[in-house]
């Protein structure tokens, strides 16, 4: 099994096990002052290919439009895009096509981006062979603009 499987089934598993919880956060002014307290249905901590899957699970559990805070500091998409874009990945297409569409809230976002996308361009590679890692990269971030523009509320 694929490392981005991992990462997929890894976020369904912190979903399922996140939904029982209604969790509050407090937001905080420059000097982390406490200021108002908000209600949240859960908190994903990173949006790199976990944390994506995470957000994109719990969407269709909890339903698109729930309050879901999600908490990085620069939401580029995890290690991938910070770090190994133009490495060759050992994944193959089709294999990232499958977390690409693994979750409703994922395949509807995809039709709400203006194409082409990072979905789109994977679909048009050849299905068994490896490719540059950003074009999984850019894959991770159209997933991760979708699951915000539903509900995930960046922190
Ligand atoms: C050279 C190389 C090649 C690889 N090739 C492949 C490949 O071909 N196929 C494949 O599937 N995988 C590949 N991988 C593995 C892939 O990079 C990882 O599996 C993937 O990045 C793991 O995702 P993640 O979400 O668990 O972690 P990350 O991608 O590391 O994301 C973690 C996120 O959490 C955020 N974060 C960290 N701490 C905090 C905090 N305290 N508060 C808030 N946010 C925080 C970070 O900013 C980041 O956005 C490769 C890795 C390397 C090194």
Known sequence: MSVKLD???KGR????SAVPFVTRTLVTDSKQQPTETQQFSAIVVGA???GIATTGSLLDILGHGSRIAWVDPDFRGGR????YR???SNTI?????DY???FESFRRAAQAIPKPNGLTKMEALEAK??????HAGDMLRRSRMGCAAMGGCRV
């Open 129 to 134: 062979s490896t490719c540059s890692l950003h």
């Open 48 to 50: 790199g290919a976990a």
């Open 7 to 9: 990462a997929f089934n």
């Open 86 to 88: 133009e490495v060759p």
């Open 93 to 97: 297409a089709q294999t990232f096509l």
């Open 13 to 16: 598993m912190l979903a399922r």
């Open 100 to 102: 690409g569409k693994g």
């Open 80 to 83: 991938i895009n910070a770090c």
